[in-house]
């Protein structure tokens, strides 16, 4: 994949934007709300530790997990694929397109879908594709991507909505959103009702009994995964949890996470295609297990990144997420979690200004429901990435001039005299407002407080002969 | 590629991960400690909070009546039914005043997408609910023979009728006691109010896709 910029340079197009103005509204909303719902819970910490327990259980035995979830979905008379890579999962989903003849395919929302770019490989051997998340719909419409893990259009206004609404779907311009999401339900209840083929991810799988858990509070993830005659899941190898007491752990933390809510509206999960005498449900249902590079994260140091449960809570507290907006990620994840997820699966080489994305402040790592050390994993990437010489232009030669000074006392002292002086040509009232070269990407953005004129060494002898 | 050697990648990935210290025994649920006591009140004060209507009645008569009233006040001409021994009332569909359609139970593969668009203009759904959550105002729902999935998620209102008894404290509190439930059904759903989403500038709105109204009745006793 083709990086176009660098994350400065997205981050730049998005500063202080009206969708990245709309965005950190929105996000700052969904962080009161998660803070709101931890607070009333009163076993929220204990819940959180179990889920990360679990989380990390699964991953550690995601071999043995894989295999009986598969014995499983298969012996409810679903069918499994082992998708190494993108290209793998799309073969599948095609071949099980043509030779069910499915024309029409609708999608609940889906990160992983989104990772694998599905949409446009399907499109481009004719099938139509229809996103039914309202967000993931609008995202279509307007040939966009989402900027946020769980609310995708958190950019948009409703006046975006409401001219894309008008210019695509005929309608007359409304930015009540009242009205806006009347049109959307209509529009969709046809072509849910007459699609072949549904597809939707997977939020959790359950070893024990081979199903899969969405949670939606729209209802399209049951329309989904209920209406057309085949129904293909396309789940992340790492989303597994042992029983379906995991699972409600799990469920348990990630609405009060993702947006305050106890539970999602729609718990909703499949175990295998209609039974003999169900009255309704798919006739088929398929399940892709997807590496994607996985295996190779799960081999490396930034391991822990896939305990994930995909809640976006991270995202909401990122100081720097809500000025630069999700966008500035350049790929499906954005966020703290983002900019640990693409340089582990993707690699380091085309991402990795990625793990420099963030101030470390740690409020990433307080918001995660199963307690993501995400600011560790930021430096373990920055080391990797140094030691693979992709550090920041610069940082190795500078680094090696502070090694020098600050280990020889006699330049050390000339170097801090030698900065007082400096300081008193340039700074006004205790601050340097503007520096040459390389010091204008600080001072471009705050000032620097100068250096005292007189460096601490020399201010301490002469505490020293005055007592 | 084939499940052994994608296993195979996998098991040898775990074994030189630098994962946190990974727990040896399966961790399992995790059942918060929440009273018994006083759950009907609590499981009726959260259905209302998250939107969802709430009715306790004292008896089927109570139950017959309440529906037919509800069906009146949403003009509804028909509506869609689990089959009567699914459902916690007994003779529903005979004792309602006005019942011009009966339980519409899709059949098989064939009829499925006639019945699916036929409906698109059904206003009002009825199921039973195998349990209430009071913890999170939700009702846990098991699609199967004479339970369609469709009943509750393509009209525009929902009524779940539900056993006073069959009410627990949480989610976990359920699944404690019903450790199969996901095995048992081709789908196990539970649904927590009305269909919502706040996708545009985060303003809520109510049945998207699935219901705009949900009522829950609570038959008491």
Redesign the interface.
């Known amino acids: 994949m083709n990086v176009p910029v660098t994350f400065v340079e997205r981050a730049h197009r998005g500063i202080g934007n009206r969708s990245t103005a709309a965005g950190e509204v929105g996000a700052r909303r969904m962080m009161s709300h998660r803070i709101a719902a931890s607070a009333d819970y009163p076993a929220m910490e204990e819940m959180r530790d179990q889920a990360r327990r679990i989380r990390l259980y699964a991953l550690g035995h995601l071999d043995e997990l894989l295999a009986r979830f598969s014995d499983e979905v298969e012996g409810a008379g679903g069918h499994v694929h082992f998708a190494a890579d993108a290209d793998e999962a799309i073969a599948y989903i095609r071949k099980v397109a043509e030779e069910t003849n499915v024309r029409r395919i609708v999608k609940s929302k889906s990160m992983v879908t989104e990772e694998i770019h599905l949409n446009a490989a399907l499109e481009a051997h004719d099938l139509e594709v229809v996103e039914t998340d309202l967000g993931e719909f609008i995202i279509q419409l307007s040939g966009d991507t989402p900027s946020h893990i769980i609310a995708p259009v958190m950019h948009k206004t409703r006046q975006d909505v409401g001219e894309l609404f008008s210019e695509k779907l005929g309608i007359e311009y409304t930015d009540d959103p009242t009205e806006l999401n009347n049109v959307a339900r209509h529009h969709l209840r046809e072509i849910f009702l007459s699609a072949d083929m549904g597809i939707s991810g997977c939020n959790v799988a359950i070893a024990e009994s081979g199903s899969i858990v969405l949670v939606t509070n729209e209802g399209n993830g049951r329309l989904t995964t209920s209406a057309p005659r085949i129904h293909v899941a396309v789940m992340g190898m790492e989303r597994i949890v042992p029983t379906l007491s995991d699972a409600a752990v799990i469920l348990e933390v990630l609405a009060r996470s993702a947006t305050g809510q106890r539970l999602s509206v729609y718990t909703n999960i499949v175990t295998g295609a209609r039974r003999p005498g169900d009255p309704d449900g798919p006739e088929e249902f398929h399940v892709v297990i997807l590496d994607n590079g996985r295996s190779r994260v799960l081999a490396g140091d930034a391991a822990e990144v896939l305990a994930c449960i995909r809640c976006g809570a991270c995202l909401n507290v990122c100081p720097v997420y809500r000025e630069a907006g999700g966008h500035a990620y350049g790929f499906t994840y954005s966020g703290p979690i983002g900019a640990v997820i693409t340089p582990s699966l993707m690699g380091l080489a085309e991402w990795h200004d990625l793990p420099y994305a963030s101030s470390l402040c740690g409020a990433c790592l307080d918001a995660c429901p199963v307690r993501i050390d995400l600011p560790g994993l930021l430096l373990k990437l920055r080391r990797d990435a140094v030691s693979e010489g992709l550090g920041p232009d610069g940082l190795e030669g500078a680094l090696k001039w502070f090694t020098r000074l600050a280990t020889n006392p006699g330049m050390w002292r000339g170097a801090t005299r030698a900065g007082g002086w400096s300081a008193k040509l340039i700074a006004r009232q205790g601050w340097i407002k503007s520096l040459p070269g390389r010091g204008s990407a600080w001072t471009d953005y705050r000032d620097l407080p100068a250096p005292a004129a007189k460096p601490f060494h020399a201010r301490w002898k002469e505490r020293q002969r005055e007592s | 590629?084939?499940?052994e050697d994608?296993?195979?990648?996998?098991?040898?990935?775990?074994k030189?991960?630098?994962?946190?210290?990974?727990?040896e025994a399966?961790?399992?649920?995790?059942v918060?400690?929440?009273p018994r006591a006083g759950v009907t009140e609590r499981f009726l004060e959260?259905v209302e909070a998250?939107d969802g209507h709430t009715h306790l009645v004292g008896s089927d008569d109570e139950a017959v009546h309440l529906i037919g009233v509800l069906l009146e006040q949403y003009g509804a001409t028909d509506y869609l039914a689990w089959a009567p021994d699914h459902l916690p009332v007994a003779g529903l569909a005979e004792r309602l005043r006005a019942t011009p359609l009966d339980a519409v139970?899709?059949?098989d593969?064939e009829g499925?997408?006639e019945?699916?668009?036929g409906?698109?203009d059904l206003l009002v759904g009825i199921t039973g609910a195998s349990a209430g959550?009071a913890?999170?105002?939700?009702i846990v729902l098991e699609?199967?023979?004479?339970?369609?999935?469709?009943a509750s998620?393509i009209p525009l209102v929902h009524i779940a009728l539900l056993r006073e008894r069959d009410i627990t404290q949480?989610?976990?509190h359920w699944?404690?006691d019903h450790?199969?439930?996901?095995?048992d059904?081709?789908?196990?759903?539970?649904?927590?109010?009305?269909?919502?989403?706040?996708?545009?500038?985060?303003?809520l709105?109510l049945?998207?896709?699935?219901?705009k109204h949900l009522h829950v009745v609570v038959l008491g006793g």
Not at chain 2, 179 to 183: H, K, P, Q, S, V
Request: glycine share 10%; net charge neutral; charged share 15%.
């Open positions: 590629m084939n499940r994608f296993l195979e990648r996998v098991r040898s990935a775990i030189v991960s630098e994962l946190p210290p990974i727990p399966p961790p399992g649920g995790l918060p400690d929440l959260q998250v139970v899709p059949g593969a499925r997408l019945h699916q668009t409906y698109t959550l913890e999170s105002g939700s699609a199967g023979p004479g339970r369609p999935r469709m998620l949480s989610l976990s699944i404690a450790a199969e439930a996901a095995a059904t081709s789908n196990l759903f539970i649904i927590t109010g009305p269909s919502r989403t706040a996708d545009i500038e985060q303003t709105n049945g998207v896709h699935g219901p």
